[in-house]
Nanobody, 123 residues
Framework: QVQLVESGGGLVQPGGSLRLSCAAS????????MGWFRQAPGKEPDFVAA???????YYADSVKGRFTISRDNVKNTVYLQMNSLEIGDTAVYYC?????????????????WGQGTQVTVSS
């Protein structure tokens, strides 16, 4: 298990940008898949983006072309750069880590979660 702490949320206008960061503690960060999920009030968590341990990335269709996930295996940190933000992107964003043997975006397969950071897109 790894401990995860997110930062970087806030209030932004439609069309604006934010960058979320997630600092991980624990050993062997580079061997974990790292991901971002988001949860709107009254809804289940939705997958946003993943940085697989092998180096590739994967995005939900709703954010493809607008969001970019990246990781720094020296700093044990994963980032989510969010551009062209829309009102529908408003949610609590969670960083998650997984050592599941497959690439899997189901929340149940991600064993470690941060506390979440609020992102609000509003004019």
């Amino acid at each position: 298990q790894v401990q995860l702490v997110e930062s970087g949320g806030g209030l932004v206008q439609p069309g604006g940008s934010l960058r979320l960061s997630c600092a991980a503690s624990g050993r062997t960060f580079s061997t974990y898949h790292m991901g971002w999920f988001r949860q709107a009030p009254g809804k289940e968590p939705d997958f946003v983006a993943a940085s697989w341990s092998g180096g590739s990335t994967y995005y939900a269709d709703s954010v493809k072309g607008r969001f970019t996930i990246s990781r720094d295996n020296v700093k044990n940190t994963v980032y989510l750069q969010m551009n062209s933000l829309e009102i529908g992107d408003t949610a609590v964003y969670y960083c998650a880590a997984s050592n599941y043997y497959q690439h899997n975006i189901r929340p149940q397969t991600w064993g470690s979660w941060g506390q979440g950071t609020q992102v609000t897109v509003s004019s």
